[in-house]
């Protein structure tokens, strides 16, 4: 075995889960559940502990600690002249990047990852369309890794739109429940206006610097003599934060992650702890280098930040279902990234985000159970005296009840309405 064999080939950290999502998406209908749960719950593993390896590996490099795997030149445009006159050599790879800050991504994506995916076993197990649901969730695990690894921007780009691609899917995964496949679109079409000014923001790097490496971004601005507050700087800065909002759901873009909370609970938890939402916090912070060159940038990126952290809260006060007073909650914690990144406080803004990853998804996990001890009910109105009925079931029921397999023994007197929507759908 190679010494750093995991920093050679951390390529297949995303290629695992791939792998698993094309074979439930191709060969699942025939599989039995124990064979999905086996190899999608498996694959996001096993990428935890190839991660887990190859940054033990990175922190025992001497001095500076980033590694990249190129495989092969994926886009080799050619000579062009830079906006400035330059002579540049375009070329986009197909490469990983890991640093200190993917390091973080990829541990955060992985094991939160892989957590939610054990959870759902029990959450999803009375459902139809088991392997459905696992192929897309490993899909989202692949598009999100992608992201996170990518060494420039035209690859994180393929990953930014799998991640809106899979979240479409898992929103509207209830298809036959109309609000569902509203939502499903809702969140695809909003976040279409995002990704529009990032992919101008991508053509205007590629124009301005004559790069989109992550690596080269210091060389390209010292190169290009480019001042602090240049016009050019700015509007990069401001169109890539535009595709931000629309991803991580910052005022005006906010909208569709409210109505996200359709699709099934481990859907929300992953969207909004460890994968989807996270995204343009990590896309401002890799490209921190052009929104230091903007000081009217990072200024509207805080101040976006701080009133979508104040209003997001306001709302979710006066909530009443328990997933959109936890999605409300997202929406203002993510300001509070923002505001951190706006200010020059990258690092702690990455810090919240991966703290945040952690209690999100048990706060979303949790009130998973409650809603299947509730036989799908999410008005909070009607949850009063949990504590009290929960603490006089056997040991049993309480088991049952946490991976949501058993309907909770005093849930009738709680209720007035309905069971779970997708219990009818079969696919």
Same mark, same amino acid.
Request: with cysteine; proline share 3%; aromatic share 12%.
């Given at each position: 075995?190679?010494?750093?064999?995991?920093?050679?080939?951390?390529?297949?950290?995303?290629?695992?889960?791939?792998?698993?999502?094309?074979?439930?998406?191709?060969?699942?209908?025939?599989?039995?559940?124990?064979?999905?749960? %086996?190899?999608?719950?498996?694959?996001?593993?096993?990428?935890?502990?190839?991660?887990?390896?190859?940054?033990?590996?990175?922190?025992?490099?001497?001095?500076?600690?980033?590694?990249?795997?190129?495989?092969?030149?994926?886009?080799?445009?050619?000579?062009?002249?830079?906006?400035?006159?330059?002579?540049?050599?375009?070329?986009?790879?197909?490469?990983?990047?890991?640093?200190?800050?993917?390091?973080?991504?990829?541990?955060?994506?992985?094991?939160?990852?892989? /957590?939610?995916?054990?959870?759902?076993?029990?959450?999803?197990?009375?459902?139809?369309?088991?392997?459905?649901?696992?192929?897309?969730?490993?899909?989202?695990?692949?598009?999100?890794?992608?992201?996170?690894?990518?060494?420039?921007?035209?690859?994180?780009?393929?990953?930014?739109?799998?991640?809106?691609?899979?979240?479409?899917?898992?929103?509207?995964?209830?298809?036959?429940?109309?609000?569902?496949?509203? !939502?499903?679109?809702?969140?695809?079409?909003?976040?279409?206006?995002?990704?529009?000014?990032?992919?101008?923001?991508?053509?205007?790097?590629?124009?301005?610097?004559?790069?989109?490496?992550?690596?080269?971004?210091?060389?390209?601005?010292?190169?290009?003599?480019?001042?602090?507050?240049?016009?050019?700087?700015?509007?990069?800065?401001?169109?890539?934060?535009?595709? !931000?909002?629309?991803?991580?759901?910052?005022? *005006?873009?906010?909208?569709?992650?409210?109505?996200?909370?359709?699709?099934?609970?481990?859907?929300?938890?992953?969207?909004?702890?460890?994968?989807?939402?996270?995204?343009?916090?990590?896309?401002?912070? #890799?490209?921190?280098?052009?929104?230091? %060159?903007? *000081?009217?940038?990072?200024?509207?990126?805080?101040?976006?930040?701080?009133?979508?952290?104040? %209003? !997001?809260?306001?709302?979710? /006060?006066?909530?009443?279902?328990?997933?959109?007073?936890?999605?409300?909650?997202?929406?203002?914690? /993510?300001?509070?990234?923002?505001?951190?990144?706006?200010?020059? !406080?990258?690092?702690?803004?990455?810090?919240?985000?991966?703290?945040?990853?952690?209690?999100?998804?048990?706060?979303?996990?949790?009130?998973?159970?409650?809603?299947?001890?509730?036989?799908?009910?999410?008005?909070?109105?009607?949850?009063?005296?949990?504590?009290?009925?929960?603490?006089?079931?056997?040991?049993?029921?309480?088991?049952? #009840?946490?991976?949501?397999?058993?309907?909770?023994?005093?849930?009738? #007197?709680?209720?007035?309405?309905?069971?779970?929507?997708?219990?009818?759908?079969?696919?």
């Amino acid at each position: 075995m190679e010494t750093n064999f995991f920093l050679e080939n951390i390529w297949l950290i995303p290629l695992f889960p791939l792998a698993s999502a094309a074979i439930m998406l191709l060969l699942g209908r025939r599989l039995p559940k124990a064979a999905v749960s %086996f190899l999608c719950v498996g694959s996001v593993f096993v990428s935890f502990a190839f991660s887990a390896g190859a940054v033990w590996q990175l922190t025992q490099l001497a001095g500076e600690r980033v590694h990249q795997v190129v495989l092969y030149d994926w886009v080799p445009a050619g000579a062009f002249h830079t906006t400035n006159g330059l002579l540049a050599n375009f070329t986009a790879e197909l490469g990983f990047l890991l640093d200190p800050l993917s390091a973080v991504m990829i541990l955060v994506v992985t094991g939160v990852g892989f /957590l939610i995916h054990v959870y759902s076993i029990g959450y999803m197990g009375h459902e139809g369309g088991y392997y459905r649901f696992f192929g897309y969730m490993n899909l989202f695990m692949f598009s999100m890794l992608t992201l996170v690894m990518a060494n420039n921007m035209l690859l994180m780009f393929v990953g930014w739109e799998g991640v809106g691609l899979c979240s479409y899917l898992l929103i509207g995964f209830y298809f036959l429940k109309k609000s569902a496949a509203d !939502a499903g679109k809702k969140a695809f079409i909003v976040n279409r206006v995002g990704d529009t000014g990032f992919l101008l923001g991508i053509f205007l790097t590629a124009a301005t610097l004559g790069t989109i490496k992550f690596s080269e971004f210091g060389a390209a601005i010292s190169a290009g003599r480019f001042e602090i507050g240049a016009p050019v700087m700015t509007a990069i800065a401001l169109l890539l934060f535009v595709g !931000a909002t629309g991803k991580s759901a910052q005022i *005006p873009l906010y909208v569709w992650l409210p109505d996200a909370m359709e699709g099934p609970t481990p859907v929300s938890a992953l969207i909004h702890a460890a994968t989807m939402v996270t995204a343009g916090v990590y896309m401002v912070t #890799r490209t921190n280098l052009i929104f230091r %060159f903007s *000081p009217t940038a990072m200024e509207v990126v805080a101040v976006i930040g701080a009133i979508t952290a104040i %209003f !997001a809260a306001s709302m979710g /006060l006066v909530q009443n279902d328990i997933k959109r007073v936890l999605a409300y909650s997202t929406i203002s914690q /993510l300001g509070y990234m923002f505001l951190a990144c706006g200010v020059g !406080a990258f690092a702690a803004g990455i810090f919240h985000l991966m703290t945040h990853a952690f209690f999100k998804a048990l706060l979303f996990l949790g009130s998973g159970s409650v809603i299947h001890a509730l036989s799908g009910e999410q008005d909070m109105r009607k949850m009063g005296g949990l504590w009290t009925n929960e603490n006089s079931d056997d040991g049993e029921d309480h088991a049952s #009840r946490h991976v949501g397999h058993r309907r909770h023994p005093s849930a009738g #007197r709680f209720l007035q309405q309905g069971r779970n929507p997708g219990e009818d759908i079969r696919a």
